[in-house]
C-alpha cells in the first residue's frame, strides 16, 4: 500500500487562496463600520 500523500492540485491551491483572500478583506471592511465596531465592544464589554 502507498502511504505517500499527493500534494494538492494548483487549482485548489488557487481556490484556498482566493477563499482566504475574501475571508480577510470582508473581515477588514467590516472593521471599518463603526457601528459594528461599537456593537463588537459593547457585547466584549458585558461578558466582564
Known sequence: MDTRRIPPSRW????????AAAGL?????????PGLMMSLA???????
Open 42 to 48: 459593547n457585547q466584549l464589554w458585558s461578558c466582564f
Open 12 to 19: 485548489l491551491r488557487g481556490v484556498a487562496w482566493v477563499a
Open 25 to 33: 478583506t470582508a473581515v477588514f471592511l467590516a472593521y471599518l463600520r
